[in-house]
Every structure is written in structure tokens, then in C-alpha cells.
Nanobody, 114 residues
Framework: VQLQASGGGLVQAGGSLRLSCAASRRISSINHMGWYRQAPGKQRELVARITVAGLTNYADSVKYRFTISRDNAENTVNLQMNSLKPEDTAVYSC?????????WGQGTQVTVSS
């Protein structure tokens, strides 16, 4: 499965951004999808994940600010990011767990200025 991420950019602290990850096949057949991020000098961390059943989990640092959703009609997974903080600055990458392994899209830069 191929993934195309979009929606990154520069925003002031307190602002919002929406990331989208478009899949090349029906996401209803993909076990789970989500977003990781990696900031300079830090380890990659899971930001949010959504299963084929619609179950979600989030990193503690983004709970109640970020919302992950899936649009089966458009074959996309979206990440709505509100109340952004400078520490959210990172490269965000979407993934899909399909046929026993992770598939990755290209990263998109999110920069939050203070």
C-alpha cells in the first residue's frame, strides 16, 4: 500500500493544523493506521493510531488536543491537531499496518512557533 501525506506547515502556538494520509487501497482492509513524529535529536514516537474497528489511542502528550479519524469513502486517515505547542514541532509520518508489516508515507513538517 502506498501512502501520501499532506497538510503540514507553519502555525503559531495555539493554532490548528490538519494532516491527511491518503492510501492507495481501501483502508477498510488495513488493520491499523496512524501517525508517528520525530523531532530533531529525539526518538520517533507514536502520536495516534486508529484500528479498522475505529478504536483509537494517543500519546499522552497529545490527548484531548489531537483527534485521529478515518474516512473509508476517501481512503484517508486524518489527524486534526488543535492547541498546538512548540513542542509539537516535528516531522510527522503516516503509516499503515498491512499484510504483516508497516508501510510508510513520506514525512510532512509541522512547525509551531511560540
Amino acid at each position: 500500500v502506498q501512502l501520501q501525506a499532506s497538510g503540514g506547515g507553519l502555525v503559531q502556538a495555539g493554532g490548528s493544523l490538519r494532516l491527511s494520509c491518503a492510501a492507495s487501497r481501501r483502508i477498510s482492509s488495513i488493520n491499523h493506521m496512524g501517525w508517528y513524529r520525530q523531532a530533531p535529536g529525539k526518538q520517533r514516537e507514536l502520536v495516534a493510531r486508529i484500528t479498522v474497528a475505529g478504536l483509537t489511542n494517543y500519546a499522552d502528550s497529545v490527548k484531548y488536543r489531537f483527534t485521529i479519524s478515518r474516512d473509508n469513502a476517501e481512503n484517508t486517515v486524518n489527524l486534526q491537531m488543535n492547541s498546538l505547542k512548540p513542542e509539537d514541532t516535528a516531522v510527522y509520518s503516516c503509516y499503515a499496518y498491512y499484510w504483516g508489516r508497516d508501510h510508510w508515507g513520506q514525512g510532512t513538517q509541522v512547525t509551531v512557533s511560540s
